[in-house]
């Protein structure tokens, strides 16, 4: 097999130093070729020095230059020196994942076929610190990996009947046979999944609480530090869970059906705000107060919770914002202050003339600096021939962020291959990380 010669380094520059480090080529004069051997004697300490610098773009180029570098790179003395990196925008529909490439300035296909299942049999149920969380056809199986290293590992939580470290397996009546069961379950408000990471450690806890009869309302959750499943303290009494789960500052929140007279319990109202603290394995409660509105959405903004209400009095799609603070054992939701008329500016902005953005479905997400605004938008009307010759809307999403951190607002590139027939949309945000550990 022929063996590929290291191709030679020409710099036209003038050099001083001796034949150990270059030679010089006499046809050209101030020609330069460096011997390749130099990089493979540079100091590491150096090298490290030159690779903190760089920008997270490259530094992924970088890890195929060679094993070396790769090992280099996804250390944590490299990875923890580098600029971090703003969360994206994931969604999913049937399998596929769609991410916004900020370099590309559009949508792409986000590429997993190293995993070891198929992407049209994976649900994307959760994500945090650089990580996904997929859930597969299987009840109970769960497939987490990192887009950018490309490892990955396969759980399985413990199913079954009993009082020790297990799940009930959910009646047969609770699931759909168009669904895998645990996608099922959670859209259903019967089981809910997040990540909970400890940012010193690097470990995390993959939280997973029922909610659904005969589940005993219990809670699982796997421990990457020590790679066990460990049974946690029952969830809060309720009804079904809604909205979905969110990480934030060692916690894990998300909303909850009350059960009690007159807390939403028929209606279908939010009646808790429950939190979960993944270091001492309980569960707290608070009540959402009736006259904050129709809660719609947590997320995490800066290390505080923000809980997004529609006001009842109002029809039209905006939000309020409410932040959970916390005194000793008290907790409590207080008006939280947001650039004048946030919501209002946003549609505006992403909205066009007869092209409007239909506001009941306009979805907030956020981490740290950045939320993401993402609208539904009508982009054109065409005959439908299964309705007998109506019309019928074609709709594409529409995206806006703003970051906080410089008070500056993008209209991110649309996404058109979707409509309200082809299903629900599943959103998370993904911070790239290369040393993020599976």
Known sequence: MATRRRPKLSLVLKCDA??????????????????????????????????????????????????????L????????????????????????????????????????????????????????????????DSFGEFLICNPLTKQYRRLQMPCGEGQGCVMPVPSPLHLNRDESGMNCMIRLGYLRVGMVFNTDTGFYKLVVASIYEGSGRTTLVYDSSNCSWKKAAMVPQGRFFRMKAIPCGGHLYCGITGVESGVGGESGGFAKLVRYDAEKETWSAILIPAHLGFPRKLVEHRDRLLL???????????????????????????????????????????????????????????????????????????????????????????????????????????????????????????????????
């Open 73 to 136: 790179l996804l250390s944590n003395e490299i990875s923890t020196r580098c600029n971090s990196c703003k969360p994206v925008l994931v969604h999913s529909l049937a399998g596929p994942l769609t991410v916004y490439s900020p370099s590309r300035g559009g949508w792409e296909k986000l590429p997993v076929s190293y995993l070891p299942i198929d992407v049209s049999q994976l649900s994307l149920v959760a994500s945090g610190s650089g990580l996904l969380c997929f859930s597969t």
């Open 308 to 438: 997004l209400a529609r006001p009842n009095w109002q029809i039209s799609e905006t939000f309020d914002f409410f932040e959970l603070q916390e005194a000793g054992s008290r907790m409590w939701l207080a008006a939280k202050y947001m650039p004048r008329r946030l919501m209002d500016s946003v549609y505006a902005a992403m909205s066009r003339p007869n092209n409007p953005i239909l506001r009941s479905y306009i979805k907030c997400f956020g981490q740290g600096d950045i939320m993401y605004f993402v609208g539904i938008c009508v982009k054109r009307a065409e005959v439908d021939p299964l309705m007998r010759g109506c019309s019928r809307s074609i709709t594409g999403l529409r995206v806006w962020t703003h970051d906080f951190s410089s008070n500056s607002c993008l209209r991110l590139s649309d996404w058109e291959d979707w409509d309200l027939d082809n299903g629900p949309l599943s959103y998370h945000l993904l911070s790239p990380s290369l040393h993020a550990q599976v």
């Open 18 to 71: 001796g034949p150990s480090c270059c030679n010089l080529n006499p046809s050209k004069e101030n020609v330069v070729t460096l011997n390749p051997s130099l990089w493979e004697k540079l100091p590491e300490n150096l090298l490290e020095q030159i690779l903190a610098k760089l920008p997270f773009s490259a530094l992924i180029r970088f890890c195929c230059v060679c094993k070396k570098w790769k090992n």
